[in-house]
């Protein structure tokens, strides 16, 4: 079974510019998650989608960050512009709708210069 | 609020000793407790879970959690250390309610010779 699939793995951006990160959850999972993961913490949930509906975005930087889950599958998590404090893990998971398990891709190391 | 605390964000074991991570949470409802563990430039895996069945959780490679609700302790438990087992920890919690997991801030084992 394939796990959860992410890109780029690394980016490395200075601050003001923009970045994207994809997501592919498992399959027949219907519920995916964006963590951010800064350095020395636990990650911390951004987003939570259900099919291409959001559930939980109450801690996404709204002004700066954004995220779409169109067809229910993939989705891309967007920083424009990005800013030092950004520098971070972007961490995908995916799980069954209810599901306590969630399966986390490799994440994306973002630094911002 | 559901809160997550790892004790010590480091831990130095030798290679054959026991290894013991503490994790406490904060909550009237016992959550559904998790150990992950995230190896260096890797995604979060699961290596137990607690969903209110047995007290005593037995994981990959080893390890072993104990549900404690006099103590809201669920701490990750492994006897013998092996070098492999160098990584970070994260203890996380997942209540129904909130409809989010919560992590705490990990712990950096190391083993030595």
């Known amino acids: 079974e394939a796990g959860v699939a992410q890109s780029p793995r690394y980016k490395i951006i200075e601050k003001r510019q923009s970045v994207a990160f994809w997501c592919n959850p498992i399959s027949g999972h219907a519920t995916l998650y964006w963590y951010q993961q800064i350095l020395g913490q636990g990650p911390k949930l951004l987003i939570q989608?259900?099919?291409?509906?959001?559930?939980?975005d109450s801690q996404l930087p709204k002004d700066r960050f954004s995220a779409e889950r169109l067809k229910g599958v993939d989705s891309t998590l967007k920083i424009q512009p990005a800013k030092l404090e950004d520098s971070a893990v972007y961490l995908c998971?995916?799980?069954?709708?209810?599901?306590?398990?969630?399966?986390f891709g490799p994440g994306t190391r973002l630094t911002v210069t | 609020a559901q809160s997550v605390t790892q004790l010590g964000s480091h831990v130095s074991v030798s290679e054959g000793a026991l290894v013991l991570l503490r994790c406490n949470y904060s909550?009237?409802?016992?959550?559904?407790l998790f150990w992950y563990v995230q190896y260096p430039n890797q995604g979060l895996q699961l290596l137990l879970k607690y969903t209110s069945a047995a007290t005593l959780v037995k994981g990959i490679n080893g390890f072993e959690a104990e549900f404690k609700k006099s103590e809201t302790s669920f701490h990750l438990t492994k006897p013998s250390a092996h070098m492999s087992d160098a990584a970070e920890y994260f203890c996380?919690?997942?209540?129904?309610?909130?409809?989010?997991?919560?992590f705490g801030t990990g712990t950096q084992l190391k083993v030595e010779l």
């Open positions: 998971a995916s799980s069954f709708p209810g599901a306590y398990e969630q399966y």
């Open positions: 909550s009237s409802v016992p959550p559904y």
């Open positions: 996380a919690a997942f209540t129904g309610g909130g409809n989010k997991l919560t």
């Open positions: 989608f259900q099919n291409n509906g959001v559930v939980d």
